[in-house]
């Protein structure tokens, strides 16, 4: 499970990505951490975004102009990876994914 939430990316998510695994069906343990919504929103360390049930706000670090132009030389090099281009697969974001799974950790 993450212990970190993205807008910074790090190590963690992106070690989270690598395990990814889009063929089992979503879950709190099973999604891209660097995934956006329709809207553009990333998820919270469970999967869930902005207006869904159980979304948990991130504490954010504080940052600089600076930092966040060198995330986004990081996030580039992590867009390069083929799993962030994976679409229609049980493990990508849909409606009412987290039916059934129980209460969000």
Known sequence: MLTHFFPRPAPLPAAHLGSLLC????????FNPFERDSVGNACDTNGKFPGETAYKDPKR?????????????????????????????????????????????
């Open 61 to 105: 670090a504080d940052t600089s102009f600076a930092q966040m132009q060198a995330d986004r030389v990081t996030m580039e090099e992590i867009k390069k990876d083929p799993k962030m281009s994976i679409t229609g697969k049980p493990g990508n974001w849909k409606y009412g994914w987290d039916e059934g799974l129980g209460v969000a950790p």
């Open 23 to 30: 063929p089992q069906t979503r879950g709190y343990d099973n």
